[in-house]
């Protein structure tokens, strides 16, 4: 019985070991904090838009439209009967959950569209690099003049020559015979 509980409580230490592993490789993963990060920042901007349309953009739109508050506006229908509280469609209070979420889904969109761009033009420049590394990268054929092709063909002889191979070949000499006349 003890061999058991022992063997489940090693297996159990085990594995929660290797969930904190794979945690800790998952948590620290660039791409995580990144996420994070994106996390904080739009919590942060949420606030400031929610802020912009409860406190300037509703309160305009209340005076153009003659009503004293945007958020008051309501359906009710159960009216507060003593401790009851009433019960309604607050329109209003949605209106505005409304605008704000179209004024980030806006910043949203033209956040991605310049980010899109840049990738875009980000490709283009690496495309026109590896057309031009592409380039430097392929040596280009050079033409030798006859006697350029002959020299470098006499230097080949000399050089097989010199490691003791003797291998001429009659048409050649017979080239550079007639090259030198």
């Known amino acids: 019985m003890k061999v058991k509980i022992k063997n489940k409580f090693k297996k159990t230490a085990e594995s929660t070991e290797t969930f ?13 904090l990144d996420l994070a990060v994106a996390v904080v920042v739009g919590g942060a901007f949420g606030k400031i838009v929610t802020s912009l349309v409860n406190d300037i ?3 305009l739109i209340s005076m153009i439209l003659g009503t004293i508050s945007f958020s008051d506006l309501k359906i009710v229908i159960t009216p ?6 009433e019960v309604a ?10 605008l704000d979420f179209l004024i980030i889904a806006f910043f949203i969109f033209i956040a991605l569209k310049i980010v899109m761009r840049g990738q ?17 990268k392929k040596p280009q054929p050079v033409k030798l003049s006859k006697d350029q ?3 470098t063909e006499i230097v080949k002889l000399l050089k097989q ?9 009659e048409k050649k000499v ?4 007639e090259n030198k006349s």
């Open 174 to 177: 017979n080239v550079i015979k």
């Open 161 to 169: 020559n010199e490691n003791g191979v003797s291998v001429i070949d």
């Open 120 to 136: 875009k033009a980000l490709e283009k420049a690496v495309d026109k690099l590896d057309g031009i590394e592409g380039n430097l």
């Open 89 to 98: 469609i607050l329109y209003g209070s949605f209106i505005q959950t409304l």
């Open 57 to 59: 953009i509703m309160p």
């Open 149 to 151: 092709e002959l020299l």
């Open 80 to 85: 507060a009967i003593g401790d009851v509280a």
């Open 20 to 32: 904190l592993k794979d945690f800790k490789n998952f948590a620290l993963k660039k791409n995580v």
